[in-house]
């Protein structure tokens, strides 16, 4: 952060403690600033600490958030006070990133976006340059834009979190995105189009012995693809054809003894974009919608999503899934001697 550019950028520094003493003084200073260019947004921050060879710099997993020494930041790019995009990385690199939606640490890490940063330890203590472009985030079309944004600090040895701006505890109950400070006089930001294609293609090979001592051989192969393309600013299409969920994590084993569903979190790429839309409470327990539904009896053949708000002014939001991403024709009927018999389905992917 030598440039002067950086070095010309006013820098956010009253930090306070969240833990372990709420509002306190920081034990150690940080200073971060914020610039955007034509494409992306440029966070760089410096995390002074006297004793450099004390950061924790623990490599883990993406989207992990490891016994290490953490920044982040949150950006609400669409102002509605309700939801932020929130990108972080520790000492050692490791990236992290999700949806924080109104509620107190309710941060949907399923969410992924393409960004980069960049982490260097030096005398002083360590420093972070993040690149986050437009087209990972969703703000209307306007000649001049306000956001709202916080960033963070964890420092890991001394169990301690520090924010900015400072959100007292007696009042986050009720949100906190609505109480970010605001990043203002935001001018002539283009969002970018934001296409996002990822082909894949799967091969095996099978090779037995037979009791005849003949060798046969089994070729297979399978191929699909994944499309990401932003309609406008907030608008979101996602199309699916033959989708492979076989980089999503697997499901952790649960003994289910309750006469109840078992519900685990959403990770396929398909269906996590637009899904904090449905993150909220109507009065009672359990949620709205369950996607993890769609696809558990049959394998998804084609499908295809449309998701945020119609318009950029809009306070409304849709999420629109298709009415048939679960039809497999080989099971719905089958023919016999005796004529035709009909086999029971799951409902289609509409719900």
């Known amino acids: 952060m030598t440039e002067p550019d950086w070095r010309q950028a006013p820098a956010a520094t009253d930090f306070r403690q969240l833990e372990p003493v709420e509002g306190a003084a920081p034990t150690f200073p940080t200073a971060v600033r914020v610039l955007y260019g034509p494409d992306a947004l440029y966070v760089g921050a410096m995390l002074y600490d006297p004793e450099p060879h004390r950061i924790r710099r623990r490599l883990g997993r993406r989207d992990q958030f490891n016994q290490a020494d953490w920044f982040g930041v949150a950006i609400d790019s669409y102002f509605d006070r309700k939801t932020a995009y929130v990108f972080a990385v520790n000492a050692a690199g490791v990236l992290a990133d999700g949806v924080l939606t109104n509620r107190e640490d309710d941060l949907d890490q399923a969410w992924d976006a393409v960004w980069e940063a960049a982490v260097a330890v030096v005398d002083s203590g360590w420093s972070v340059e993040m690149r986050i472009p437009y087209a990972?985030?969703?703000?209307?079309?306007?000649?001049?834009?306000?956001?709202?944004?916080?960033?963070?600090?964890?420092?890991?040895?001394?169990?301690?979190?520090?924010?900015?701006?400072?959100?007292?505890?007696?009042?986050?109950?009720?949100?906190?995105?609505?109480?970010?400070?605001?990043?203002?006089?935001?001018?002539?930001?283009?969002?970018?189009?934001?296409?996002?294609?990822t082909p894949y293609v799967v091969s095996n090979a099978t090779r037995l012995r037979q009791d005849d001592g003949q060798i046969s051989s089994e070729l297979d192969a399978d191929a699909g693809l994944d499309l990401k393309l932003g309609l406008t600013s907030s608008l979101i299409l996602d199309l699916t054809l033959n989708p492979d969920f076989g980089q999503v994590e697997v499901d952790p084993a649960v003994l289910n003894l309750t006469a109840f569903e078992t519900v685990f979190e959403?990770?396929?790429?398909?269906?996590?974009?637009?899904?904090?839309?449905?993150?909220?409470?109507?009065?009672?327990?359990?949620?709205?919608?369950?996607?993890?539904?769609?696809?558990?009896?049959?394998?998804?053949?084609?499908?295809?999503?449309?998701?945020g708000a119609p318009k950029a002014d809009s306070r409304w939001d849709c999420w629109a899934p298709p009415p048939a991403t679960t039809f497999n024709p080989n099971i719905i009927t089958s023919s016999a001697a005796s004529g035709r018999s009909w086999v029971r389905t799951r409902p289609l992917a509409a719900w």
């Open 266 to 307: 959403e990770r396929r790429p398909f269906f996590t974009e637009g899904a904090q839309i449905f993150d909220f409470s109507y009065g009672r327990e359990g949620r709205l919608f369950y996607s993890r539904r769609i696809g558990a009896a049959e394998p998804i053949i084609g499908a295809a999503k449309l998701s």
């Open 136 to 197: 990972m985030l969703r703000f209307p079309q306007a000649e001049v834009l306000t956001w709202g944004i916080s960033f963070r600090r964890d420092i890991a040895r001394l169990s301690e979190v520090d924010e900015w701006p400072f959100i007292p505890r007696n009042i986050r109950s009720s949100g906190v995105v609505a109480y970010f400070a605001r990043l203002e006089n935001l001018r002539g930001l283009h969002p970018g189009r934001n296409l996002q294609i």
